[in-house]
């Protein structure tokens, strides 16, 4: 119960900053310098739980603050900070009620299962192609058997391409607007088409079934 009520309270203390202090937030990740980076990783741990601003807007407003290599690096560790967090909370907060509602779904738990045996690929891919939601990620393998350094260590190589290729949309963006757009619009593309793909080969998948 101690558990459960101290990972409530440091959810509403994260929504709680990130909802009343954004503009503020903001302001001083635009000013760059030592606290700003600070201030930067802070807020992007941040939107890993709760979109104050969406994330490719503030990796990219990084990008342009810092540049690509240090652009990318900050967003990488306030990623990395905000998942793992998440993924603790959602092991050690919620886990045994959250186990009790998992029982009911034969479903849920066969998934629970593949998890557990191919955790470091199903990490893999799910962050290089989001077809499940990152929060949900974070929850099913916080609620899983799978070890936090598999989940850390298949989180960061899958985050990279996405927060490398923000930062530099963003570090060019002021130079070359529609390059930036193209760039990030293209890469949406190919995730989006995959996703296609996966949706509709699991719909006949199923229907052949």
Not at 133 to 157: D, E, H, M, R, Y
């Amino acid at each position: 119960m101690f558990k459960r009520i101290l990972s409530i309270g440091i959810l509403l203390i994260i929504i709680a900053i990130g909802l009343l202090q954004k503009d503020e937030l903001l302001f001083l990740v635009k000013q760059g310098g030592a606290l700003s980076i600070i201030i930067s990783m802070l807020f992007v741990a941040i939107c890993v739980f709760f979109p104050v601003i969406p994330f490719p807007v503030l990796a990219g407003m990084i990008g342009a603050v810092f540049g690509t290599a240090q652009g990318m690096l900050i967003s990488l560790t306030g990623a990395m900070a905000g998942t793992m967090v998440f993924f603790f909370i959602s092991r050690y907060g919620f886990r045994d009620f959250a186990q009790e509602k998992l029982m009911k779904y034969p479903k849920v738990q066969e998934y629970d299962e593949f998890l557990n045996r191919n955790s470091f690929l199903a990490i893999l891919t799910c962050r290089l192609i989001p077809v499940i939601p990152a929060p949900v990620v974070n929850i099913i393998c916080g609620l899983s058997q799978v070890k936090w350094l598999t989940f850390l260590t298949a989180s960061l190589i899958g985050k990279i391409p996405n927060i490398l290729l923000l930062s530099y949309a963003g570090a060019t963006f002021s130079n070359n607007k529609l390059y930036a757009f193209g760039l990030y619009g293209i890469y949406v593309l190919i995730i989006f088409v995959i996703n296609f793909v996966f949706i509709y080969r699991k719909q006949a998948k199923s229907s052949s079934d």
